[in-house]
């Protein structure tokens, strides 16, 4: 069935560096989300990403959603102690939105 | 504020024990979600309603039961609890259910089974 993987499960950064997430699916996507929980929080959207190529800006943070839409890729530019928290690219299987592990983020200050 | 509101905040029980979760949705939402949060399970689906009727279902145990009343807030029902049921249950709500757009998500029910 489908699944979709999410890379790295944790990354730890200094402040000031970049980071990258990526979900990759077995199987062609008909769209994907983002959302971030921080820590003691609950999941809050970020965005969501419906067309092949498309690539989405919010400020220092990136989205791309893959050619062939089956992967999808979160940048964070210049990290700062506030984007700590995990990040998770849930997908629509059959109507359920299924979430993973996500990748855990922590900022070094 | 996400608009959608969970109680209790946390709750503290025995196993072998019965509780129920409650959930109000997003003013307007017709869709409601319950997720289950453990620590070495991520972000697990349990059901998903669509205003009153069941509309998926995910790897929810059968002591688990939920249902979406005709003023759209939910229930979540464990029973015969277990230490393995510990968990934050998280409840979110969308305007639709299909699986696109976005979903609210509650403070979430912090359940400890002792």
């Known amino acids: 069935g489908q699944q979709v993987m999410q890379i790295p499960q944790y990354q730890h950064v200094q402040e000031g560096e970049d980071f990258t997430t990526y979900c990759n699916s077995s199987t062609t996507l008909s769209n994907i989300q983002w959302y971030k929980q921080r820590p003691g929080g609950h999941p809050v959207f970020l965005i969501q990403?419906?067309?092949?190529?498309e690539v989405k800006k919010q400020k220092r943070l990136t989205f791309q959603f893959g050619e062939a839409k089956k992967n999808s890729s979160l940048h964070i530019t210049a990290t700062q102690t506030t984007d700590v928290g995990t990040y998770f690219c849930?997908?629509?299987?059959?109507?359920?939105?299924?979430f993973g592990q996500g990748t855990e983020l922590s900022v070094k200050p | 504020d996400s608009g959608v509101t969970q109680t209790p905040k946390h709750l503290i029980t025995a196993t072998g024990q019965r509780v129920t979760l409650r959930c109000s949705p997003r003013s307007g939402d017709l869709s409601v979600y319950w997720y289950q949060q453990s620590l070495d399970q991520g972000l697990q689906f349990l059901i998903q309603y669509y205003n009153g009727e069941e509309r998926a279902k995910g790897n929810i145990l059968e002591r688990f039961s939920a249902q979406q009343f005709p003023d759209l807030h939910s229930e979540l029902n464990l029973s015969s609890l277990e230490l393995g049921d510990s968990a934050l249950y998280f409840c979110a709500s969308s305007l639709l259910g299909q699986g696109s757009g976005e979903l609210f998500f509650g403070e979430g029910s912090r359940l400890t089974v002792l």
């Open positions: 849930p997908y629509n299987q059959g109507g359920k939105l299924i």
């Open positions: 990403l419906v067309k092949s190529g």
